[in-house]
């Protein structure tokens, strides 16, 4: 009789430990993503993290080692499995679960490895949203970013920048924004340029070099080539429709050589991509 109420008493406890086990609850304060209300069997949150900007580089094609970065809303969800380890669902069977999911919304998959990622993009009511998903060691990690530009708070100012000219031969321009990995310059930028040629009307002696830089993300003659190509822009838009002097301007690029901040944040990353003026 004690023997079989021993048994018991192992019984009862191994299954209020699995019991515990898998009913393990999300880490605080993280829920899941609205575009994905459900989840796995058998997953609990362990991690979250919600940057309301933020950049994330999604992989392309098996084999192909482009990758695309998308700046908006970044998600970054860690599930971890919870249940018995013969349960655990296999990297196959999260990555069709998540083609699915992607394609029952109108989503289009961009690029997969079964058994290990996939990722996706969905357009709905005008909002461009990207996913990716990987699965390995018990854990699914889900990343999105829901696409869109950064809010601009600090707009260049005319007499800012001549006061930094003045006491330091060159000034910080923060509020011209590109198209990612791009030099097309975005219609948001048209007070930052404006206060540039501000600057400059005010000053008609003061020539400028216009430099453009940017983060380590991407191989350095690109980035090189990008800064360049970005300061030449902003160059252009100032003669074309401002009217300033071709002769007092000149563009450079410094690709990542002369970061401000970190790159190991993404706010640093925004800080490094930049246009300066340097006097002549």
Not at 51 to 64: A, H, I, L, N, T
Not at 79 to 96: C, D, H, I, N
Not at 168 to 196: C, M, N, Q, R, W
Not at 236 to 258: E, K, M, P, T
Request: proline share 4%; hydrophobic share 40%; charged share 25%.
């Amino acid at each position: 009789m004690k023997k079989a109420s021993i048994i018991l008493m192992s019984a009862i406890v191994l299954l209020l430990a699995t019991g515990v086990a898998a009913q393990q609850p999300d880490s605080a304060g993280c829920k899941d993503h609205p575009l994905f209300p459900t989840r796995m069997p058998d997953y609990r949150i362990e991690a979250c993290k919600v940057e309301e900007y933020g950049v994330y580089e999604f992989s392309s094609m098996k084999g192909s080692t482009a990758k695309t970065p998308v700046e908006g809303r970044f998600t970054f969800l860690t599930y971890s499995f919870t249940g018995q380890k013969a349960s655990e669902p296999s990297g196959l069977a999260v990555v069709r679960n998540y083609e699915a999911a992607i394609q029952k919304v109108g989503g289009t998959i961009l690029g997969s490895e079964p058994a290990r990622w996939v990722n996706g993009k969905i357009v709905k009511g005008g909002q461009e949203t990207w996913v990716e998903v990987g699965k390995g060691n018990g854990k699914i990690w889900l990343r999105i970013v829901e696409k869109k530009a950064m809010e601009q708070h600090i707009v260049a100012d005319a007499a800012a920048l001549g006061k930094d000219i003045r006491v330091t031969g060159h000034a910080a321009v923060y509020g011209i924004l590109f198209d990612t990995g791009k030099s097309t310059i975005k219609p948001e930028s048209a007070p930052a340029i404006g206060e540039i040629a501000k600057l400059l009307n005010a000053d008609s002696t003061l020539k400028i070099h216009v430099v453009g830089h940017t983060d380590n993300v991407g191989d350095v003659d690109s980035n090189i080539k990008l800064s360049q190509d970005r300061g030449t822009a902003v160059l252009q838009v100032l003669v074309r429709d401002h009217g300033i002097a071709a002769a007092r301007l000149r563009s450079h690029g410094c690709g990542q050589f002369a970061p401000v901040a970190s790159n190991d944040t993404e706010e640093g990353r925004a800080k490094n991509r930049r246009v300066e003026l340097v006097k002549q």
